[in-house]
Nanobody, 121 residues
Framework: QVQLVESGGGLVQAGGSLRLSCAASGRTFSTYTMGWFRQAPGKEREFVAA????????EYADSLKGRFTISRDYAKNTVYLQMNSLKSDDTAVYYC??????????????WGQGTQVTVSS
């Protein structure tokens, strides 16, 4: 059974940085796409970034390019989301997700429990 456990969220001042981690277990993820999503209060969940585990190909929400970076560590079976120059609009619960589909921004089968990121202005 696939398990995704996020960590690294917290409170940060505007302009600061955070790195979120997603520890994945339960299967081999070499053919999977891993994604990060976020949901702010009163808003729908939105796509942040995705990474194909084997090829390392990445995609980002247009509005976040240049500030957020998704990466992976094979040995640790962990996916990261480095977030820089954080703004108050980045405040949200951030979710890690996994899918057996090729690079996609939708229809992920597996989800973590989420980690809260709060950016103070």
């Amino acid at each position: 059974q696939v398990q995704l456990v996020e960590s690294g969220g917290g409170l940060v001042q505007a302009g600061g940085s955070l790195r979120l981690s997603c520890a994945a277990s339960g299967r081999t993820f070499s053919t999977y796409t891993m994604g990060w999503f976020r949901q702010a209060p009163g808003k729908e969940r939105e796509f942040v970034a995705a990474l194909s585990w084997s090829a390392g190909r990445t995609e980002y929400a247009d509005s976040l390019k240049g500030r957020f970076t998704i990466s992976r560590d094979y040995a640790k079976n962990t996916v990261y989301l480095q977030m820089n120059s954080l703004k108050s609009d980045d405040t949200a619960v951030y979710y890690c997700a996994a899918t057996s589909r090729l690079m996609t921004r939708i229809n992920y089968e597996h989800w973590g429990q989420g980690t809260q990121v709060t950016v103070s202005s």
